[in-house]
Antibody, heavy 127, light 111 residues
Framework: QVTLRESGPALVKPTQTLTLTCTFS??????????MSWIRQPPGKALEWLAR???????YYSTSLKTRLTISKDTSKNQVVLTMTNMDPVDTATYYC???????????????????WGQGTLVTVSS | QSVLTQPPSVSGAPGQRVTISCTGS?????????VHWYQQLPGTAPKLLIY???NRPSGVPDRFSGSKSGTSASLAITGLQAEDEADYYC???????????FGGGTKLTVL
């Protein structure tokens, strides 16, 4: 049974750094082809992909946020961590971690989708 | 402004069929990248509904189906039920942005 749970502060001040941890079970991030992503959703708005880390430690970031994001993993603890610097009120959102599955099609290459999600953690940025 | 365009809302009566469109461009759906769909019930996390354009994960009723053509994709829901009332999101990859993108979401109301 796959489960994921996000943890971190519910409130951060502007300019502070946010650190979120995703603790998961039911699979290993050291297994070939396994990936994990962070996705956020401002209140009443759409989903936004933030970052992905792969089993081989390759990392990918949203181009609009890459200067502020760092994703890392601790395979022994089954955890993935996201840090976001210089937080602003517009970063107020529910942050989700999601297991990311991949498959390959000739011609269109590797495809990715999010098959299991955590419950999400609401982060409010306010002074 | 989302890269993938969805209608803000759709509605239907119980038992009816509804479709939700997801319109992209030549840098995402039109480039051959697959479309995946998620259902978000009120106050909960998104749940995978369709992957790879038209594949249902185990446990998803066959009332849900997906299709893709050109630069667009669609989610169809037949035999509409009250518990289908939720927000629905499409997702793909965009080569211009070098990242994974979502549609703006569609709120389904069961009348």
């Amino acid at each position: 049974q796959v489960t994921l749970r996000e943890s971190g502060p519910a409130l951060v001040k502007p300019t502070q750094t946010l650190t979120l941890t995703c603790t998961f079970s039911g699979f290993s991030l050291s297994t070939g082809g396994m990936c994990m992503s962070w996705i956020r959703q401002p209140p009443g708005k759409a989903l936004e992909w933030l970052a992905r880390i792969d089993w081989d430690d390759d990392k990918y970031y949203s181009t609009s946020l890459k200067t502020r994001l760092t994703i890392s993993k601790d395979t022994s603890k089954n955890q993935v961590v996201l840090t976001m610097t210089n937080m602003d009120p517009v970063d107020t959102a529910t942050y989700y971690c999601a297991r990311t599955k991949t498959y390959y099609y000739d011609g269109s290459g590797y495809q990715y989708y999010f098959d299991y999600w955590g419950q999400g953690t609401l982060v409010t940025v306010s002074s | 402004q989302s890269v993938l365009t969805q209608p803000p809302s759709v509605s239907g009566a119980p038992g009816q069929r509804v479709t939700i469109s997801c319109t992209g461009s030549s840098s995402n759906i039109g480039a051959g990248y697959d479309v995946h769909w998620y259902q978000q019930l009120p106050g909960t996390a998104p749940k995978l509904l369709i992957y790879g354009n038209n594949n249902r994960p185990s446990g998803v009723p066959d009332r849900f189906s997906g299709s893709k053509s050109g630069t667009s994709a669609s989610l169809a829901i037949t035999g509409l039920q009250a518990e289908d009332e939720a927000d629905y999101y499409c997702q793909s990859y965009d080569s211009s942005l070098s990242g994974w993108v979502f549609g703006g979401g569609t709120k389904l109301t069961v009348l």
